[in-house]
Structures are given as C-alpha cells and as structure tokens.
C-alpha cells in the first residue's frame, strides 16, 4: 500500500525528501532565500537537502521551528517536525516563558543546572505519561 499524500507531501517522508519537495513545487523559492528566511546557514540547509547532514534529534527545535516558518504555509511546523523524525514541541505562551525564566534567574547556579536537568529528563518522558 502507498503512503497516504497529504497536502505537504507523502507520509513518513524525511526532511530532505520534505525540503526538495517544497523546491519543486515552488519554482520561485531557492534554497538561499529559505536558509536566509530561516536564519540557518546556506551550507547547513543544503546539507538537509542533500542528506549529508544528520536529522532528527540532532537538529534543534528552534532551527526546525524557524524552517517551518520560512516555508509556504502548506508546509506547517508539525509537517516538518514530523519528517525530521521529531514531535512538535508545544507553543509557550509568552507569560509562562517569562514566569519561568523568573523562577530560573532567583535560582542559584547548582539549583538552575538542577532545573535544566530536570527538564531534559521531563523532554525524554513518554507523551502520554506526561499528560498524568
């Protein structure tokens, strides 16, 4: 059975097979103008294009995030999460972020790096057991 088509591509496409895509279906866009767009250097985008450089969990949320914002809006960040074998990281609204980033700073030094250790173990935590 093929994969399912969906309006961004096929399903269980990869990052690079994402990213040609949105080069063929728009004649118009290159990859500098999205690399640029993105914030991501020319030479890093390619490497995604190509598959000379690693997806996945090596690539970070942000990069990702700011790819999928540089993209035509049929190509949304879930979509591009997904081909890079990566959930979609939940928005932060900008009053959490700020009481966060308020609690961190009253911390001392051993306590922050106890907080962002907490927080990468939480990252590793199953969806579902989160949600508990």
Not at 22 to 34: M, S
Not at 78 to 90: D, L, Q
Not at 102 to 114: C, F, M, N, T, V
Request: hydrophobic share 45%; glycine share 8%.
């Amino acid at each position: 059975m093929e994969p399912m088509e969906t309006p961004a591509g096929r399903a269980g496409e990869d990052l690079g097979a994402l990213l040609r895509r949105v080069l063929t279906e728009n004649p118009g866009l290159t990859q500098k103008r999205i690399a640029e767009a993105a914030g991501i250097p020319y030479a890093t985008l390619n490497a995604w294009v190509t598959g000379r450089r690693g997806t996945g969990g090596r690539i970070a949320a942000d990069d990702l995030r700011a790819l999928a914002d540089a993209l035509p809006a049929a190509y949304p960040a879930a979509r591009v999460f997904a081909a890079a074998g990566r959930r979609t990281p939940a928005d932060l609204d900008a009053e959490r972020e700020a009481r966060l980033l308020e609690i961190y700073r009253d911390l001392d030094s051993d306590q922050q790096r106890a907080l962002v250790e907490m927080a990468r173990a939480l990252a590793r935590l199953p969806r579902a057991r989160r949600a508990g």
